[in-house]
């Protein structure tokens, strides 16, 4: 049964920076590749940033870019999203998610397992 399970959410100031992590068990972590997704209230799930099987590949929404790095360890079977620079519109809960393909994607559906989100609050 696979399992994500996110963590390192919080409160935090605008300007600060904050490291979510994402937990994999239950598959072979490093025949996925992994993404963060995010979710506003009253807005629809939006691709955040993805990264490759290896790792030596990652995409990022414009909105992020330049402002996090996402990155896995495999021997671990983690994932994690720094962010820095946080500003209120970074508010979302966070959901990771695993894609058993070799090929990179945006699209939600398109990936196969999701965990239950970590809450990310950005005050100004």
């Known amino acids: 049964q696979a399992q994500l399970v996110e963590s390192g959410g919080a409160l935090v100031q605008a300007g600060g920076s904050l490291r979510l992590s994402c937990a994999a068990s239950g598959v072979t972590f490093s025949s996925y590749e992994m993404g963060w997704f995010r979710q506003a209230p009253w807005k629809e799930r939006e691709f955040v940033a993805s990264i490759s099987r290896s790792g030596g590949i990652t995409h990022y929404a414009n909105s992020v870019k330049g402002r996090s790095t996402i990155s896995r360890d495999n021997a671990k079977n983690t994932v994690y999203l720094q962010m820095n620079s946080l500003k209120p519109a970074d508010t979302a809960v966070y959901y990771c998610?695993?894609?058993?393909?070799?090929?990179?994607?945006?699209?939600?559906?398109?990936?196969?397992?999701w965990g239950q989100g970590t809450q990310v609050t950005v005050s100004s």
């Open positions: 998610a695993a894609r058993g393909s070799t090929s990179y994607a945006r699209q939600g559906y398109l990936y196969d397992y």
